[in-house]
Each structure stands twice: as C-alpha cells, then as structure tokens.
C-alpha cells in the first residue's frame, strides 16, 4: 500500500507566496538554488520591510516579466526618510546577477550588523565627513522600525537552503513585528540585543567553521536562548516563537513547530486573553501542528475551540475563520469523518469564493474536497474538480508555485487509481522536478512526490526505480519523524515488498518483521494495516519455505480479520485463500 503523503488535504496558510521573493534564476529556471539565490530572497524580505511592499507588484507573469527585465522602484522613493546605507544594503542584495550580490550570508550579516551599530557599510563606503557624522551620531537604538526589521530578517535567515515557503513565512512575520516596533522602542532595543548578541554571532566566521550557517541551526539556537530572555517583554518572546514555529512547519519538523506554538499559546492567553486575533491564530497554528503529527484527538479538540472562537469574533467571512475551516476539514478527514470534512469544505468554499474568488485556498479548499471525493469513491467529480483547482491555482499563482503542484501531485493519483500510469507518471515527474528545484530535495512536498511516483514505478514493475525512490523517502521519514512514526513504518513494509519480487528474500523478510513489530506497538495488534502486514510476512516466510512461521502468521492474521473485519473483506478473504 503506498504510503499516504500526497493524497492528503492541504492544510490551510503553508502555501508559498509569489516569485517578488524567489531569486530570477531560480523562478526561470537558469540556475539551481544556492547561497546567492538566498541572499537575494533575504533582500526581498528586506525591500518589503523598509517599505511595505514587496520588489516587484502584479500577477504572477507580470513579476516574471519585471523579474528578467525590470529593476526594483529605488526604496527611498517609496519611503524618502530611509536611511541610504540601508537601500544600498537591500538593493545589493537583490541584484538580478548572482554574483554582484553579497558573496555569503555573513557577508550580508556583517554589513546589516554595522548598519544597526551605524557604522560604515562595506557596500558603499561613505566619505570622511559623512562618516564623521555618523559617528558622532551613533545609537544602536534608533531607527527603531528599520532595526527591528533587519533584526527579525536575521534571526530567521542566516544562510541555509531557504525557498520560497521559508521567505514568505519569514516576510510575515517581519513586516508584523516591523509595524508594532514603531510604538515599541524598548521592544525593538531588546530583540536587535537578542539578535545580536544570542544568534548574530553564529555566522561569525570565529565561532563556526561553516560560513553558510543553516536554517535549522539558527532555530534550534533561537529556541534555546529564548528561554528566560524576554521576562520582562513575555509578548516580545511569543511573537518570536510563532515565527519559529511557523518556520519549524516550512522545514517539515512539526514536533518543534508544537513546542514553540503550545509556549507562544500560553503567553498570548495569559497576556492578551482567549479571544485575542494573536491568541485565535496561534491556537490554530497549535492544532495544525498537531494534525501533522496524526494526534488528531488533541487537533480536533483544540480547533473546535478556535473555529467556534473565531466564528464569534472574527466572523464566518473572515480569512483566518476560513482557514480554521479547512484545517477542522483536514482532521475531521483523517478520522473517517468524510461527511462531515465535506459538508464543512463545501460551506467554506462557498464563502471563499463570494469574499475572495481569487484567493490562493480557492484552490486548496478544491483540492481538498477533491481528495475525500476520491476517498468516497467519486473518482470522476475528484478529477474533474483537481482539473479545475490546478486552472485557479495556475491563473492566480503560476504553474510553479506549491499549491499549484501540490494539485497536480493529487490528480496523479487519481490517474493511478484509474490505472492511468502513464499519465500519472508524466504529471509527477513534472511535479518532482519543479519541486526539487522550488522546495528543495529535502522539503515534505519533493518527498510526497517522490512516495508517488514510487507508487507508479512499483505498479509499472519497474522495481529498481521504486526501490530507489522509496529507500530515499524512507530515509527522510527515519531522520525527521522517526522509525515509529506510521508513514515511516508504512514505507519499511512498501520498501519490504518491492525487495520481494527481486528475489532479495532475506532484507525483505528484516523489512518486514521490522513493520510488524513496530506497527504492532504504535498502530495496535489488530489495526487493518498490521494485520496486513502479518500477512505479508507470512507470505515471504512461505517462499523461504519456512512453513511453520507462514502457516502461524496467516493463521494470525485471519484470526483477527475474521474478528474484525467480517468475513466479506476483501483482506479475510485473500488471507483465507
């Protein structure tokens, strides 16, 4: 069975944003991501920032356009206070040609640093009496809004690998702490202090060997150090853990994105009350952290509380209220609850469609509703509706875009179930290469399609392709949920029955005892998927003509099919045969 990955619901808000924040090689396809196309995503957050907008405004094929041939509207004219040694910081950043930006990320983190101490900028010198004056003029508290914002830019985006999703999760959370540092200058002295004293000097040449220091790391530091740092500013601490746990989410590692949502939760509701904006959005964050873990009780209680909150507050037509909507949707789906999930979906889409018809989660409410369209069996009103929420997601977002792909991804499944390989394997391979290069190797996305396309290899017979495929998802499933998550056990036994029919008895047989037994202590004895399992088992034991153990394992697993599932399953069946 293939591991459940790309067939799921889109949760709400984890889509990336336009191409204003993705360097011009990568959006065009010229170059792979790197470290200079980092720079230039860290720019752009940067330009929105200082000026409330990002580089390059319009539809997603008009920023293509301005992209490979427009410059960026200079920042001072859009805010002619700006200080011009910041300018020249962000537009050295964002320069089209990879190698006329800065040449490193502490290059980039060196010059900011001496703009928050004013100092003078490597970028563009200044003359001995402006210098003079600076000097005299020195204050590491002022320009408070602009600090804060180059602060914040800092804490998330020192180096690394960072994509899209990361950049525009990154770009909220600036431009909200930008705004409230405004009225909060103590606020903003005391995390540019943070930033510079606790995280800045990890991409100090000095104090690491690794000049490009990654994502993770500088969340993992940040985590740690946040502990007792903000006493005395405790709604200061909270905002920088929901950026860290929505960074957390982006990266796919949802048990940090909990810690730091479950703490942020608690100050908002202790500070600001339950019924706060800031309060509703990170209790729904919270939940969704947990839908991505499969604890889904707890999800389920804790969205209910938001949805019914922000109903209440917010209103039905307000965008967190829809999203809070599709989230309760996604859980409510992965409990069976498909009439439910979809009655909820529908009403949502409705909505959304009268508020906001152009709307990025137009197409993620499709998908969605799509996929437990197929659970149900509805196969064609599935594709035709995916065919429709790739058109929305294409129009408004471009082809590339996640959500756009994420749709395509769903409908290849479709084409799998219908037996349509060839299809499914064209849609996908498409899908897998735009994410490689957009997302990155790594991101969950790439990893849902390439379980997919593994999908298709198995059923095509092509089993060293699959195999291929599904020991790389295995190792990433291993490394960040770990060897008892379900999916991961899910792949060890779809790893276990692609080494079956290439005759590689011995690792399919430690394969797939290894699903049993940890299946048997996460899922249950007697979860269908187990039982299943035991089976296969008991059917590579037979062809090692151990017949003892075969005989024992099948007996076990109709036993208990018979128990469960009646004896018109198709699973009893095919064990009793």
Not at 297 to 326: H, P, W
Not at 499 to 513: I, T, V
Request: aromatic letters at 6%; glycine letters at 6%; one cysteine or more.
């Amino acid at each position: 069975a293939p591991l459940e990955g790309a067939g799921e619901l889109t949760l709400p808000g984890q889509v990336a944003g336009t191409p204003s924040y993705m360097a011009p090689e990568i959006v065009n396809g010229v170059e792979r991501a790197s470290s200079l196309s980092d720079i230039y995503g860290l720019g752009a957050v940067l330009y929105t920032c200082i000026t409330g907008r990002p580089p390059f405004l319009g539809n997603t094929n008009l920023v293509l356009q301005q992209l490979n041939s427009v410059d960026p509207v200079v920042p001072r004219l859009l805010q002619p206070d700006l200080p011009r040694d910041l300018e020249t910081i962000c537009l050295k950043a964002i320069e089209k040609s990879p190698h006329k930006r800065y040449p490193s990320a502490d290059a980039f983190r060196c010059d900011l640093q001496r703009f928050l101490h004013g100092e003078t900028i490597s970028a563009r010198p200044a003359g001995r009496i402006e210098r003079r004056i600076r000097w005299c003029r020195r204050n590491p508290g002022g320009a408070i809004a602009i600090g804060m914002a180059a602060a914040i830019l800092l804490l998330l985006a020192i180096g690394g690998p960072l994509v899209a999703l990361k950049i525009n999760n990154a770009r909220r959370a600036a431009e909200a702490a930008g705004a409230r540092a405004v009225t909060e200058a103590a606020t903003s002295r005391a995390i540019n202090d943070f930033l510079q004293n606790d995280l800045l000097a990890q991409a100090a040449p000095d104090n690491q060997p690794d000049r490009e220091l990654k994502l993770r790391t500088v969340l993992d530091a940040a985590a740690k150090k946040l502990d007792g740092r903000f006493a005395n500013e405790p709604l200061v601490g909270a905002s920088i853990r929901v950026t860290l746990g929505e960074t957390y989410t982006s990266l796919g590692e949802f048990f940090e994105a909990e810690k730091q949502f479950e703490r942020a939760y608690a100050t908002f509701q202790e500070q600001l009350g339950p019924d706060e904006p800031r309060t509703l959005k990170t209790m729904g964050n919270l939940a969704a952290s947990l839908l991505n873990q499969q604890k889904l009780k707890e999800a389920e209680t804790l969205e209910t509380k938001t949805l019914a909150a922000e109903q209440r507050i917010l209103g039905v037509d307000n965008a967190e209220t829809l999203k809070s909507m599709g989230t309760m949707a996604a859980i409510l789906f992965k409990q069976g609850k498909w009439a439910q999930a979809v009655d909820l979906l529908q009403r949502a889409l409705t909505i959304q469609r009268r508020v906001a018809p152009e709307d990025i989660e137009v197409g993620n409410m499709m998908r969605s509703l799509a996929m437990i369209y197929w659970s149900q069996g509805k196969t064609s009103d599935a594709a035709q509706l995916l065919k429709q929420a790739i058109e929305a997601n294409t129009r408004a977002l471009g082809l590339d875009n996640p959500a756009t792909l994420n749709a395509m991804a769903s409908l290849s499944i479709i084409y799998t179930s219908q037996g349509k390989l060839s299809e499914a394997e064209a849609l996908l391979q498409q899908v897998l290469d735009n994410e490689r290069r957009v997302l990155g190797p790594d991101h969950p996305d790439t990893v849902r399609a390439m379980n997919s396309l593994a999908v298709v290899y198995f059923m095509e017979d092509r089993l060293a392709e699959a195999d291929v495929l599904w020991t790389k998802v295995l190792d990433f499933k291993t490394r960040t949920v770990g060897p008892e998550h379900p999916d991961t056990i899910r792949l060890t036994s779809n790893l276990a029955m692609v080494r079956m029919p290439e005759g590689r008895w011995d690792e399919a047989e430690s394969l797939q005892a290894r699903a049993v037994v940890a299946g048997k202590r996460v899922l249950g004895p007697e979860h269908p998927d187990v039982l299943s399992w035991v089976h296969n088992l008991g059917l590579i034991h037979w062809y090692q003509t151990k017949f003892n153990q075969a005989e024992a394992e099948e007996r076990e697993a109709l036993e208990a099919e018979r128990r469960i599932l009646g004896l018109g399953h198709n699973d009893t069946i095919r064990s009793a045969d």
